[in-house]
Structures are given as structure tokens and as C-alpha cells.
């Protein structure tokens, strides 16, 4: 594990790599509720918000979007 002093949040970033806006705090929300409830931090950090922890793992690639195809069906098709 990697030790993380800092968190920056590059939300631009975040949505080069995952391109649904939405998905993004759905996806945070859910981590930060098993770290808050049972789950291991993927990093380590100073920082003991479960929001922050995820966060973190998120843009570090240690968590992802199991079912990228259902979010594919969400973006509007527009010309």
C-alpha cells in the first residue's frame, strides 16, 4: 500500500476515465459506505473520512464500475 498525505481531487480526470458524470459520486458514495461498515482501505492516508478514502482509491484505480454497459445506456445520444 501506498501512502497518501493529500487529497486532490482532479474531477476532470475522474471523467477522462470514467465518462459518466453521475456515476462518479454513486460509485464514491458506495465505497465510502463499506469502508465506513466493514471494508479495508485500498491506501493510506492521515485522513480518516471514508468520503476522502474513496476518493483517493477512485483516482488511483484501486476501485472501478463493475457494469460499465448499463451506465453506456444512460449517455443521451446526441448529435
Known amino acids: 500500500m501506498e501512502k497518501v498525505v ?6 476532470d480526470e475522474l471523467l477522462e ?9 454513486v460509485v464514491v458514495a458506495k465505497r465510502a ?3 465506513r461498515e466493514y471494508a479495508k ?3 493510506i492516508t492521515d485522513d480518516e473520512n471514508p ?12 476501485i472501478r464500475i463493475k ?10 445520444k446526441v448529435k
Request: proline share 9%; net charge positive.
Open 67 to 76: 457494469n460499465e454497459e448499463i451506465l453506456r445506456a444512460l449517455v443521451p
Open 17 to 25: 476515465r470514467i465518462p459518466y458524470k453521475y456515476a462518479i459520486p
Open 41 to 43: 482501505p485500498f491506501v
Open 33 to 35: 459506505e463499506a469502508i
Open 6 to 11: 493529500r487529497l486532490e481531487i482532479k474531477y
Open 51 to 62: 468520503v476522502s478514502i474513496a476518493f483517493m482509491e477512485l483516482s488511483k484505480g484501486y
